[in-house]
Every structure is written in C-alpha cells, then in structure tokens.
C-alpha cells in the first residue's frame, strides 16, 4: 500500500494506471467504431447497392447483409445482435486475464461487433463493403 497525498489514505499500487489504461482502451474501441461506420456511410453515400469498385486486389461493394460472414443465417439480425451482446460480455468477463497482445485482438474484435450491432439495430443489416 502507498500512502496518497496529504489525505493520509492508502491506495493500491498500480490502481490508477488501471484505470487509466481501461479508459485508453474504451476510447480506443469508440474510436475504431467511429471509423467504422464513417466508412461504411462513405460507402452506402458514393456507391450504388450491388455496385463495386475495382482497386485491383480487392474491390469496394455496397451490399447491405442481414446475416453472418457470407451471407449465412440471413434475416437473423436480431438474433446476431443479442449473440453479439453475449460475446462481448465473455470477452469483458475474461479480459483481465489477457496477455497484451490478446487484448489488443479482443478489444478489435469487439469494436467490430459494436460496429456491425449499431448496424442490424439502426437499419436492420450491415453494410459490407470490402471484396476480395
């Protein structure tokens, strides 16, 4: 225990940069969000739905899915909205036992669940836009 300031109290080492560190990694996560559906208006706004874009390797499309990774389980975005909430509860319930690395993996994974959950609520489906 450290004693704290002129208060007499005592803290625990480390609590701060806890603390600190959580709130780093919750603007990071609202950041990536933010990116997130930026990208996806600026797609919805400059490309017709069902169109694409070539850039070589990869393509740019506007195509709106109400289901998972290629279009499976379609219609189901209530479902995969809630199964999203879960997810990120488990990921939030184990992050304090992550390695850097895994949490810098869990906090992308979960920026890109609430990306694509903003999505399924506000409209109904997510907007995909990246092609191979």
């Known amino acids: 225990m450290v004693r704290s300031g002129q208060s007499g109290h005592f803290r ?11 709130l780093t990694l919750a603007a990071g996560i609202a950041a990536l969000v ?3 559906q930026l ?7 400059s490309i017709s739905p069902g ?3 070539s850039l070589g390797v ?7 899915n ?17 199964l999203a909430g879960i997810a990120a509860a ?13 949490r810098l993996g869990s906090a992308l994974i979960v920026s890109g669940m609430a990306g694509n959950t903003m999505d399924r609520i506000l409209m109904g489906h997510v907007t995909d836009f990246i092609y191979f």
């Open 90 to 102: 488990v990921i939030a319930f184990t992050f304090r036992s992550l390695t850097g690395l895994q």
């Open 34 to 36: 933010a990116a997130d």
């Open 66 to 82: 109400t289901g998972t990774v290629f279009g499976l389980l379609k219609g189901s975005s209530g479902f995969l909205a809630a």
């Open 58 to 64: 990869l393509e740019l499309v506007n195509v709106a």
């Open 12 to 22: 625990k080492p480390g609590l701060q940069w806890r603390w600190h560190s959580n």
């Open 39 to 45: 990208a996806k208006a600026t797609i919805r706004g």
């Open 51 to 53: 169109s694409s874009v």
